[in-house]
């Protein structure tokens, strides 16, 4: 059963409402035309029948077209219309009210320009939660400049670089089906499953497995025991943030020089200076190539630190400049944003020669 969103609910009644307001509207202008008209014997035209329904139910006080004086039928017909048509047009007034005051309208316009955003992404990643892991994550993302759509649960709120840019979200339920599509998952490079639950991370999981069998999935794993049915449920990846703490804590003390290196360099916001992957995709420049023509480390601000086969997966550590580029391998780089991205361009294939991937909404 399709699931939508409280948003989503509270302006389906709204507009509901508008609609039914306007029909009882439109219902008392006409039984005020047809009852002027049959009243006066069809003497005189259509038009003076609906502008003595419009002086009655306004309450303007102009003079009658439609003589009243001696037609006891008309008074009581003019009395009736003016206390239900009265009411109905106050209803009517109030729903416009409810949909302006509210901020209803500003929720449509939001809510399309929010969708014509999330439409022309391509190769994105889709982030599920709004906890303190989804939180670094997104703002991670956003910083290296990669496009991100979020989907938070009702009640969450986005982080705050995530507002500041207007990030791309939706604010529903995550293994929906509808939800995810509406994600562009089926465009998407990939998706983290951040929850706080693993139950739900598995159910994400798997929905979206089956939604795109060839999108790459990271599952946040809360409790240990469950990795077992993140992966089987499609996870490509398992990670533990409880397992990178204690893993971060063991090199803050054997090795802190290391971690305050990583720390400088993660927290440059002049450089946001990233280790990143770039792969070699099917119509890339770089096939057939030795790696030395490609001048990546000529770059300004970028180092090619390895080179992953293919086939294998077998890495190499600072390749000779003689080795070949293979359709598929990955070059594994350590620069800025800015110098990634162009040297993605450059060698990723056809994915990203045609593609340009957005990382927030047009302007409106």
């Known amino acids: 059963m399709s699931r939508v969103t409280e948003a989503d609910r509270q302006l389906a009644e709204v507009k509901q409402r508008l609609a039914t307001a306007g029909l009882a509207v439109l219902a008392i202008f006409a039984v005020g035309v047809i009852g002027y008209t049959i009243i006066d014997h069809g003497q005189h035209r259509l038009l003076d029948a609906l502008y003595m329904t419009v002086i009655t139910l306004t309450t303007v006080g102009y003079s009658e077209i439609i003589p009243m004086e001696h037609n006891p039928a008309g008074r009581i017909f003019t009395m009736f219309l003016i206390l239900f048509g009265m009411g109905i047009l106050v209803y009517f007034v109030s729903a416009i009210t409810a949909f302006l005051v509210e901020g209803q309208l500003e929720h449509v316009f939001w809510r399309k320009r929010m969708r014509q955003a999330i439409a022309e ?37 986005l982080p705050q670089l995530a507002v500041e840019r207007e990030l791309p979200h939706i604010v529903g339920d995550a293994s929906d089906e509808e939800v995810l ?38 599952a946040m794993l809360v409790d240990p025991r469950n990795e077992a049915k993140l992966r089987r449920a499609g996870a490509d990846s398992v990670v533990s943030p409880f397992l990178i703490g204690g893993m971060r804590m063991d090199s803050e003390m054997i090795r802190p020089m290391v971690v305050t290196f990583l720390d400088t360099m993660l927290r440059d916001r002049d450089r946001n200076l990233r280790v990143e ?48 580029v293979q359709e598929g391998a990955t070059l594994i780089v350590m620069g800025d944003p800015h110098g990634v991205g162009e040297l993605r361009h450059r060698f990723g294939g056809e994915a990203y020669l045609t593609v340009e991937t957005r990382a927030a909404p047009a302007a409106s």
């Open 181 to 218: 599509a509406e994600a562009g998952l089926a465009r998407a490079d990939g998706l983290v499953a951040a929850l706080e639950q693993d139950r739900d991370n598995v159910l994400v999981t798997l929905t979206s497995r089956q939604m795109n069998p060839a999108v790459r999935i990271v």
């Open 121 to 157: 992404l391509r190769h994105h990643v889709i982030v599920c939660g709004a906890g303190v892991v989804a939180g670094h994550l997104i703002e991670e993302l956003l910083r290296v400049q990669r496009p991100v759509v979020a989907v938070i649960p009702q009640g969450s709120t």
């Open 277 to 324: 992957e770039i792969r070699v995709g099917r119509g890339s420049t770089a096939i057939g190539r030795p790696v030395a023509e490609l001048k990546i480390d000529d770059a300004p601000g970028l180092m090619l630190l390895a080179l992953v086969e293919p086939s294998t997966q077998k890495w190499t550590f600072k390749p000779d400049g003689h080795t070949r």
